[in-house]
């Protein structure tokens, strides 16, 4: 649910409808896709475990976070 409510906070503050992506012609615009974090890590070559961006860092651009990572490893889950 909290990704849910996250999109419809997107919504609102952008004014796009940002629908799900079921296919690629569906990312000419923004979209939402769903994605899981462990097959992330693994299609990237990280052997790190959820709730760690160990390996990805790389790919990721945290700058928004000023150093400080959210402690809640749903949360790091989240930003991959």
Do not use: C, W
């Not at 799900?20 to 974090?37: K, N, W």
């Amino acid at each position: 649910m909290a990704a849910l409510n996250l999109l419809d906070q997107l919504r609102l503050i952008t004014g796009q409808s940002i629908p799900l992506a079921l296919s690629p012609a569906d990312l000419q615009q923004s979209a939402a896709i769903e994605v899981y974090p462990t097959a992330t890590r693994l299609a990237h070559g990280s052997k790190a475990r959820g709730g760690s961006i160990e390996g990805l860092e790389s790919l990721m651009d945290l700058s928004a976070f000023d150093g400080e990572l959210p402690a809640s490893g749903d949360a790091i889950d989240a930003l991959v």
